[in-house]
C-alpha cells in the first residue's frame, strides 16, 4: 500500500510539518478552531475525540511551543523530575513535560464525512480512482523490468541506472494513467493530491517547488485492535535522534496506533521504502516495553503486542511523509505537468499540487484546503 494515511496516528500534532515556527502558530490556531467548533456536539459527528495528550522530552531539550497559549488546548506544564523513565538501551531520560487536550481523529469516520461534504458542492468532482500504476511490489518490478534488466529488478538487485531507468517506466505510465482517466472527466482545473506519488508527475523546479525541500521520511506504526476507555490519553515521547528514540501511543475507536519511527528515505526507485523492516518493528516493541506505563502496557499485552501469537495479527503499517522542509503545505501552480497534459488531451487544463503536509496531514488539512478552494477561486 503506497498511501500515507492510513498509518497516521492522526492526533493533533502541529510539530512535525516542515512549516517554519512563525507560521506554526497561525496555522495551527487556525486548524484547531476548526476541530473545536464540533467539539462534544453529538449532531455532527465528524469522527473527532479529543483527549488527553501527555507528553514527554528527553531532558534539556524542551521549549514550550507558541500554540500552547491558546486556551482551547488547556495546556498545563508539570514541574520537572514527574514520572522520570530512563531509556536502558541509549541512557537518555525522558521527563513528563506538559498535558493538553487535543483533537484525535478516527481516520476511516473523519475520511468518509471528508469526502461527502466534498461531494456536495457541485462545481467539486473528486477523483478517487487509482490511476498508480506501483501499488504493489510486483507491479513496481514490472515497471522495472521494462527498461532495466528483467533478471535484476526481479532479484530486487537492480543497480542505480536500472532504478532510474525504472523510475522514469513508472513516471510515464503514471502520465499515461491520467490521461486515459482525464479524457472520461470534463475538468479544467485538476489539484493533485497524491502525496509521495507527487514524484512521479516530474514536478520540481520548473514548478517553483525547490527539490532541494522535499523530502519523505518513512513512518512505521501498529495497529493493536483494542476497545481504548474515553478517559485513555495520547502518550508521546520524543527527543533525541527521534528514529531511536520516539514512541508514541494513540487511543482510536477500534484500538491503538503504536509509532513510530522517522526516517529519511531518498525515494529511490528500488528502495524499501514501504516494507515494515525488522529492526524497525523490534525498536517500537522494545520502546513500548521501556516507556509506557500501566495500564496501557496490560492493555496492549492483552491484545499480544509483543508475542507472535496465531489468534492475532497485529497490522503493521507504513507511510511515507511528504515533507517540504522550511516551508510546510503548499498548494502550488504545477505548470509543467499542465503543459505535458494539455498537449496530450488537446484542451485547456491548470494543475496544482497539493502538497507538503510532513508528519501533521492530518493536523493541518482543514486550514490548507481553504487555500486550495482559495487558489481555485471557490472560497
Ligand atoms: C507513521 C505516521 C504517523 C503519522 N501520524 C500523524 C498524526 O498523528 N497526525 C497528523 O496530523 N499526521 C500524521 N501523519 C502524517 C499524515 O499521515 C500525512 O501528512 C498525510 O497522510 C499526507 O497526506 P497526503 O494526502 O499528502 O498523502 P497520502 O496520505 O499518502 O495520500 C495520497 C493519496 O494519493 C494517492 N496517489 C499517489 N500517487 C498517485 C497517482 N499517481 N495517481 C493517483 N493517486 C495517487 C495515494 O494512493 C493516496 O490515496 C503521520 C504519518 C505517518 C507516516
Not at 313 to 318: E, G, Q
Request: glycine share 8%; charged share 20%.
Amino acid at each position: 500500500m503506497t498511501q500515507t494515511y492510513p498509518a497516521a496516528g492522526a492526533f493533533w500534532t502541529p510539530f512535525s510539518s516542515g512549516v517554519t515556527p512563525a507560521e506554526e502558530k497561525d496555522l495551527s490556531y487556525q486548524t484547531l478552531k476548526f476541530y473545536t467548533q464540533w467539539r462534544g456536539s453529538p449532531r455532527h459527528d465528524v469522527g473527532v475525540v479529543w483527549r488527553t495528550v501527555e507528553q514527554y522530552w528527553v531532558q534539556g531539550q524542551f521549549q514550550r511551543p507558541a500554540w500552547s497559549a491558546f486556551a482551547e488546548i488547556n495546556y498545563q506544564p508539570l514541574p520537572h523530575g514527574d514520572d522520570f523513565i530512563e531509556n536502558k538501551t541509549t541512557g537518555l531520560s525522558y521527563r513528563c513535560e506538559c498535558c493538553y487536550q487535543a483533537p484525535v481523529i478516527q481516520v476511516a469516520r473523519f475520511r468518509a464525512w471528508y469526502l461527502a461534504l466534498l461531494q456536495q458542492r457541485p462545481q467539486v468532482e473528486l477523483i478517487t480512482a487509482w490511476p498508480y500504476p506501483f501499488l504493489n511490489v510486483a507491479s513496481h518490478e514490472t515497471a522495472a523490468a521494462g527498461t532495466a534488466t528483467a533478471g535484476a529488478a526481479t532479484a530486487g538487485t537492480a543497480t542505480a541506472g536500472a532504478a532510474t531507468a525504472g523510475a522514469a517506466a513508472a513516471a510515464t505510465a503514471c502520465e499515461q494513467a491520467w490521461v486515459d482517466l482525464l479524457r472520461q472527466h470534463d475538468i479544467s482545473q485538476l489539484v493533485l493530491c497524491t502525496g509521495t506519488g507527487t514524484h512521479y508527475f516530474r514536478l520540481y523546479d520548473q514548478d517553483k517547488l525547490e527539490q532541494t525541500k522535499i523530502q519523505f521520511r518513512k513512518g512505521v506504526v501498529a495497529r493493536v485492535a483494542a476497545q481504548p476507555g474515553p478517559e485513555e490519553r495520547v502518550l508521546v515521547y520524543e527527543g533525541g535522534p527521534f528514529a531511536t528514540n520516539s514512541l508514541y501511543v494513540v487511543p482510536q475507536d477500534d484500538g491503538y496506533v503504536v509509532g513510530g519511527t522517522v526516517h529519511p528515505t531518498e525515494f529511490d526507485y528500488a528502495a524499501r521504502d514501504w516494507e515494515v523492516l525488522p529492526a524497525e518493528r523490534a525498536g517500537i516493541l522494545e520502546r513500548a516495553a521501556t516507556y509506557l506505563p500501566e495500564p496501557c502496557q496490560s492493555k496492549l499485552a492483552a491484545a499480544g503486542f509483543w508475542e507472535h501469537r496465531a489468534d492475532v495479527a497485529i497490522d503493521w503499517r507504513v507511510g511515507v511523509r511528504p515533507y517540504l522542509e522550511g516551508l510546510g503545505p503548499r498548494v502550488v501552480p504545477a505548470e509543467s505537468i499542465a503543459a505535458r497534459l494539455e498537449k496530450r488531451l488537446a484542451r485547456k487544463l491548470s494543475v496544482y499540487v497539493h502538497f507538503g503536509h510532513g508528519g501533521s496531514g492530518f493536523t493541518f488539512c482543514q486550514d490548507t484546503a481553504a487555500h486550495v478552494a482559495q487558489a481555485l477561486g471557490l472560497s
